[in-house]
Structure formats: structure tokens, C-alpha cells
């Protein structure tokens, strides 16, 4: 096999630059777990004036901030509803049943969304015992499978407004907050305002090479440190990790829109190829969804073609389906070039060698 070019697999294959590194050699640090730490401390505060929330808590990955939240907010045996392509049903090992104990409703919504008068409707069911309360409304933003599609702000407080009114927590799964924010001018504090607790992820398009930061009121973030210790999530001199944070929020969220511009421009190159479906309209932020039925193969059949013959590989969420995320390390250039590289994989399929 090739060795690996251009890499639009995901917008974690990102890789902490030279700046970040240094940064990160340079901060101070202490024992977070006696919140001695100034550059945790640091990214805490900022992530929480960002988000416009009491306190915030600095934990090892996005999956941890989804499983802590369910801890904090629900009681084993509660549900959890959420769209039926989020993040925590297909891409977190099933930690929401096994560790907080609660059942996940995969509500059938599109591009990743629902709206309040499902939520109303899901939670309209008459008390009774044996049906499990919906504790927590879970919203993903961006929503990554299908797409990175951005969650309307009206219908995101429509669909938390509708939670609260039926006494249930509305959660924000904001791994990719920031490239919704971006995309659209409205800030984060207008996005969060309504959940109760939301976090964004370091580690994707933000380029850090670990973490995700979690926030909410001052008592659901002190009981958020206790299940930190618990899952053994505590760590010790961690600001050299955190630092990687506050380099990525004063360096790296601006520049999100390069990475929303050479989405469209893969998907607008691409669109030409004979057999590629894709939709450059559909394109809202940094990911590009597209399909290969029509060449004949198999998504996978595609990528090891793609990667053994180009050195380009994006990732196949379907049978037929690809998807290619643009990112700080992949340049204009790149996907020019990638996007070549796509055109002469189809033609050499059509011409059958
Ligand atoms: C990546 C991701 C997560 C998990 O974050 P990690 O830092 O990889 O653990 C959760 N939700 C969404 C939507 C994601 O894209």
C-alpha cells in the first residue's frame, strides 16, 4: 500500500503544529486535581466565558463530557433521546448504557435534527411506571454523520424550550459547536444559552491533539469532577494537554472557514467525475458526503483503490457512502490535487483497468 498523501479521513487526523508545541513547552503547571493547575485553569475559565456558563471542566476526550454529563443528569434506567445518527449510538461503544445506565431513544429526525413537536410528542406518553422517563434531550452540533449539518438556532431553542417545559435536561453534544459558529456568525454563548450543559471538542478541526471541555452550572460541574475521579478521567500536571486548548481557541477557530471553503471546493470538483453522487449545496461546513454506487463498487472496494493507487483516503460511514473532511493539515493544493486524484480513479474504473 501507498503511503498516505492527502488525508481527508477526518478532521482528527489533525497533528499539533509547531506554534502548539511550543506553546504547549511553555506553559506553567500544577496538580489539577487540586486545581492547581494555571494553564487547565486557564482553559476552564475560557471555555466557560466562551460558552457563557458558570464553570467548565477539562476532560480527557469529547466522549468522556457526553458519558459524565448522562452520569450527572440521569438516574440509571432514565432515557436519553437523541437523533438516531448521534455520535453516542454509533461511535462511543455503547459507554452511555454501560457506565450511566440509561436507555438511549433514537428519535427519527433529518440531517441529523428533530424538531420540538417530536420532542413534545415523545414526551407526551402518560405517567406509568414501567415506561422510562426521558431525562436528558440530547442535541449534536454540528451533526457529524450526516454530514456536519447545522442545527437551525430557532429550532435548537424550540426543541430546549419544549424539554424544559416537560422537566427534562437539554443537553448540547457541541463537538463541533465552533464550525457552526463559524459558519454562521452566531456566536456560542447565543447557542449554548439554552442547554444546561455543552461541550466542544479540542481535538477535531480545533487541532489539539486531546480534550474536550465541558460546561454547565457551578453544581453540575463539581459533580461532573467527581465522576472525572471516578472513571479515572483525573489527571495531574494536565496543562501541558490543556495548553494545546487555549493555543487551538486563540489560533485555530477563525481559520474553521478555510476548512468549510475547500469542503465546497472538493465537493464542486468532484461533482464532474462519472459515478460520484454528491451534492456541493448540501455542503455546511467542513465534511463532504458523497456516494460511488454508480462506479460499481463498494465505498471500501473505492478507498483502497483511492489510497493504493492516489495515497488520498477519506472514510466510508456506507456501504456506497464516502466522506472527506478538510482540515488544517490538508492545504488548497491538496485537495486540487485530490480531487484529480479522484477524477483518475473513476476514469481508470469506467475504462475498466
Ligand atoms: C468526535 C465526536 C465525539 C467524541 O469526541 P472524542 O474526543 O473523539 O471522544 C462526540 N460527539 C461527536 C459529534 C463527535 O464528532
Redesign the pocket.
Known amino acids: 500500500m501507498s503511503a498516505i498523501r492527502i488525508d481527508l479521513y477526518s478532521d482528527?487526523a489533525t497533528k499539533p503544529t509547531n506554534e502548539m508545541r511550543e506553546f504547549m513547552c511553555s506553559c506553567e503547571v500544577g496538580d489539577e486535581q487540586r486545581y492547581e493547575d494555571p494553564s487547565a485553569n486557564e482553559l476552564q475559565g475560557m471555555v466557560a466565558e466562551m460558552l457563557g456558563k458558570e464553570m467548565a471542566i477539562f476532560l480527557p476526550?469529547?466522549?468522556?463530557c457526553?458519558h459524565i454529563a448522562y452520569l450527572v443528569h440521569c438516574k440509571p434506567g432514565d432515557m436519553v433521546l437523541m437523533e438516531k445518527t448521534a455520535?453516542p449510538l454509533i461511535?462511543?461503544a455503547g459507554g452511555a448504557c454501560a457506565l450511566a445506565g440509561v436507555t438511549i431513544y433514537p428519535v427519527d429526525g433529518q440531517k441529523g435534527q428533530f424538531s420540538a413537536e417530536q420532542v413534545a410528542e415523545l414526551m407526551s406518553y402518560p405517567f406509568s411506571l414501567r415506561r422510562p422517563g426521558v431525562r436528558v434531550v440530547s442535541v449534536?452540533q454540528t451533526a457529524?454523520s450526516p454530514g456536519g449539518c447545522i442545527w437551525p438556532l430557532e429550532q435548537m431553542r424550540a426543541v430546549c424550550e419544549v424539554t424544559h417545559e416537560k422537566g427534562a435536561i437539554a443537553h448540547m453534544?457541541g463537538?463541533?459547536l465552533l464550525n457552526a459558529v463559524v459558519a454562521t456568525g452566531i456566536s456560542p454563548q447565543d447557542y449554548a444559552e439554552t442547554f444546561d450543559s455543552v461541550w466542544i471538542?479540542l481535538?477535531?478541526g480545533l487541532g489539539a491533539p486531546v480534550g474536550?471541555v465541558l460546561a454547565g452550572s457551578e453544581a453540575f460541574i463539581q459533580q461532573a469532577w467527581g465522576w472525572k475521579h471516578r472513571l479515572g478521567g483525573a489527571m495531574r500536571q494536565s496543562g501541558i494537554l490543556a495548553a494545546a486548548g487555549i493555543y487551538a481557541l486563540k489560533h485555530n477557530v477563525d481559520r474553521l472557514a478555510e476548512d468549510h471553503i475547500n469542503a465546497k471546493r472538493f465537493a464542486k470538483g468532484i461533482y464532474s467525475a462519472e459515478g460520484i453522487a454528491v451534492d456541493p449545496d448540501s455542503v455546511e461546513t467542513n465534511m463532504v458526503r458523497f456516494d460511488v454506487a454508480d462506479t460499481g463498487l463498494s465505498s471500501s472496494a473505492f478507498v483502497e483503490r483511492l489510497i493504493g493507487e492516489e495515497g488520498v483516503r477519506v472514510s466510508t460511514p456506507g456501504p456506497t457512502a464516502l466522506r472527506a473532511v478538510p482540515h488544517l493539515g490538508i492545504t488548497e493544493d491538496d485537495i486540487y490535487s485530490a480531487v484529480e486524484s479522484i477524477h483518475g480513479l473513476v476514469e481508470r474504473i469506467v475504462e475498466g483497468v
Open positions: 482528527t476526550s469529547g466522549t468522556m457526553n455520535h461511535s462511543e449534536e457529524n453534544d463537538a463541533r471538542d481535538s477535531k474536550g
